[in-house]
């Protein structure tokens, strides 16, 4: 996975000057990975050729972009958050039910590493001066998410 070699280990960041969050979101704001993997999944749901040049860029016209993605957003069928794991799989049930169930459906079975860093406040400084492509598509994804729970499973809490 590239996620790895986005991953900046403790020890990697001491030798650097420090494991603070704001010296992690330097070292990932410094990477071209970080930039490819920040809109990955933007550019692989919406038809977005991806270009480095800012004026020219996904990034040229975000209204359009937001636009774009909330209207794909809009026609999925179900939409699940990864944050909001059991409440998905709970809003999965209540829209299609009779949808099998399996034993393991609220087993996370792709566990995060624990991370010394405090990955909210590095998420906070990372957008400080530029929007994540991605955003929109998650902007999106997480309000039709909250529409779908209150309108078909309210008991999902």
């Not at 990697?12 to 930039?35: D, P, T, Y």
């Amino acid at each position: 996975s590239h996620h790895g070699m986005l991953k900046p280990d403790a020890h990697h960041m001491a030798k650097r000057g420090g494991n603070n969050s704001q010296h992690v979101a330097k070292f990932l704001l410094e990477n071209w990975r970080f930039h490819y993997m920040s809109e990955i999944q933007t550019t692989m749901i919406l038809s977005i050729h991806r270009s480095f040049d800012q004026a020219h860029g996904p990034l040229s016209d975000p209204e359009k972009r937001a636009k774009e993605a909330c209207d794909l957003v809009s026609k999925m069928a179900w939409i699940g958050i990864t944050d909001e794991f059991n409440r998905s799989i709970c809003l999965l049930h209540a829209m299609f039910d009779p949808f099998p169930h399996h034993p393991l459906e609220t087993a996370n079975v792709r566990k995060s590493h624990g991370t010394e860093f405090n990955l909210t406040e590095i998420g906070i400084l990372l957008r400080q001066n530029t929007t994540l492509l991605d955003d929109y598509v998650y902007q999106c994804a997480k309000n039709r998410f909250e529409q779908d729970i209150e309108r078909f499973a309210p008991h999902c809490q």
